[in-house]
């Protein structure tokens, strides 16, 4: 059973649930033409959008957070139809896309604000300096399939909030949540500086086409793709890609804590999250305590397809693809002497696999090497935190990671030692909810990052330099021609003074150096 029906059909998208195969709606496939129709609109209202300043647009964010909020059971209705999630994993969606609308309705007025230094150049202290920011007129925004909802809120609402006009291409695999929040967007009334472009990978290659700059988020594989196609136009492009999540279990944790951490942060939506917990290493005092702690809490997770009852942990994956690797990973592991301790096999239903935990794993199996993207958890036993920390660095992949020690100083120590753009003490997820501070990847995890604050709406503008004289201006600056020796020589004089140290202030050279 797939996903979505094979690509035979040239017009539209047939989106099927992956719990159990029913056809749950229809997107068109727009051609490249249609894409770049619709780019031509929203450049035609964009100056309105950003001529309405950080003030007015904050008036239709907040009230389109009113119509998410209004219509949030509907919302995770379609989230689940289309990604076969459990309620619990699917309500997080609209909850924390009202989130992010009042961060950035509220803050985008203080991150735009115009900057004025002063200058250390004394040529230059006549004049006023001005930082401005201007929007980009259209940024593409290129969302996966994991969080369908969610994921527009988390890229699209901060290019908005900077006066941006947006051109969604969701996944082809869950486009009808897409569908919704841009349906939100027009019930509303808002300006018309959103638009949705549904399709396969020609759509987001005539997104790209017509875009001034790109977020994409989705695996490396397609990310270096979006990457050379913006190279090829000289686009700026913000890339959040794949991951290899580890997690260092210290033999001074709190272990309770940190299995049923571990656990929620391996398995929290099938482990389809790019900052999911993929591999876990624990300090050999510990290893067997710790092993017999997590498993007891993946074995007692309830997998199955609910509506609203939120009966069940851990719902289904979101393709037969993925599922697919999931199994691979592990029957590859098994082959190669690792251990299942629970779980291990596909559940026969739908695209479900069974909440997994594997020991005896090392660095030559792919499940510890390849991001598995599902409901997996290996365990390594190591000597010390040298032995955890070189291994969790030894990856392509550099997302996030987790320390857990019951000595705070000692995580942040061991924190500033990993190679990842995140780390969480003790904690697990806890950095894809904190705007404040930014959510990036190194290595082949991306490039750029999103939030960070004001950061994460200035990455959608292009900073513009504005000088203007502070003091009545004269006909001629100092160096403008004629040149004249003397002016040459006092203006080249004021920035020796300035800049250099001793009596070389002076034009005068030490005794040392004549």
Known sequence: MTAIQPKTDTTAIVVRNPADGRVVGTVPIETSEAVAAKARELRLFQPEWAALGPRGRKRWLLKYQDWV????????????????????????????????????AGHAEQFLTDEHPRSFNPLAMTKKLTTTYRPYPVVGVITPWNFPFLMPGLDLVPALAAGAAVLLKPSEVTPLSAVEFVRGWTEIGAPPVLALATGYGATGAAVIANADFVQFTGSTATGRKVAVACAERLLPYSLELGGKDPALVLADADLDRAANGIAWGGMF?????????????VEAPVYDEFVAKLTANVRRLRQGQDDRTFAFDVGALATSAQRDIVQRHVDGAVAAGARVVTGGKPTGTGTFFEPTVLVDVDHSMACMTEETFGPTLPVVKVADE???????????????????????????????????????????????????V??????????????????????????QAI???????????????PTARRRVKFALGLLRASAARGVRRFGVAPRAAR
């Open 269 to 281: 939506n099938s482990g389809q999250v790019c900052v999911s917990v993929e591999r876990v290493y």
């Open 386 to 436: 040298a032995e955890a920390i070189r291994l969790a660095n030894d990856s392509v992949y550099g997302l996030s990671a987790t320390v857990w020690t019951g000595d705070k100083e000692r995580g942040e120590r061991i924190a500033r030692q990993l190679d990842v753009g995140a780390v969480n003490i003790n904690d697990v997820l806890s950095n894809a909810f904190a705007c404040d």
């Open 467 to 481: 000088t203007s004289p502070r003091v009545p201006t004269q006909s001629k600056e100092l160096l403008w021609y």
């Open 438 to 463: 930014p959510m990036g990847g190194w290595k082949q995890s991306g490039v750029g990052a999103r939030w960070g604050g004001a950061a994460g709406v200035l990455k959608y503008c292009r900073p």
């Open 69 to 104: 909020l209004d219509n949030a059971e509907h919302i995770i209705d379609v989230v689940q139809s289309e990604t076969g999630k459990t309620r619990a994993d699917a309500s997080g969606e609209p909850a924390n896309t009202a989130s992010l609308l009042d961060y950035w």
